[in-house]
């Protein structure tokens, strides 16, 4: 499975971002798929999963109303809606993919995921 991370630039307080995460080499319709991000000097955090067809996103509490997740009818597109940006959303941002559908442990783990894309910078200047 190969993740690819698009969409990421340099925004001013209050603007907006539409990140995208493609992924290829494999059916992931009924797959969640996954945005963490990672701050510089700080570890990678939970931001938002969406399951399979029906499944409703989860959020981060800081970014709930914030961020709005999304993916296409096939299942293998991802993205995440950014708005009212602020400089603390500065990060990298990576989409992820667990190997199963169903996964043992919580969605908010960076373990539960097995694959990973290499990161689409999103910087907020103020």
């Known amino acids: 499975v190969l993740l690819v991370e698009s969409g990421g630039g340099l925004v001013q307080v209050g603007g907006s971002l539409r990140l995208s995460c493609a992924a290829t080499?494999?059916?992931?319709?009924?797959?969640?798929m996954a945005w963490f991000r990672q701050a510089p000097g700080k570890e990678r955090e939970f931001v938002a999963v969406i399951g399979g067809p029906g499944g409703s996103p989860l959020y981060e509490d800081s970014v709930t109303g914030q961020f709005s997740a999304s993916r296409d009818n096939a299942g293998n597109t991802v993205y995440l809606q950014m708005n009212k940006l602020k400089p603390e959303d500065t990060a990298i941002y990576y989409c992820?993919?667990?190997?199963?559908?169903?996964?043992?442990?919580?969605?908010?783990?960076?373990?539960?995921?097995?694959?990973w894309g290499q990161g689409t910078q999103v910087t907020v200047s103020s």
């Open positions: 080499g494999r059916t992931l319709r009924d797959h969640a």
């Open positions: 992820a993919v667990p190997a199963g559908v169903v996964t043992v442990s919580p969605p908010m783990y960076v373990g539960t995921y097995d694959y």
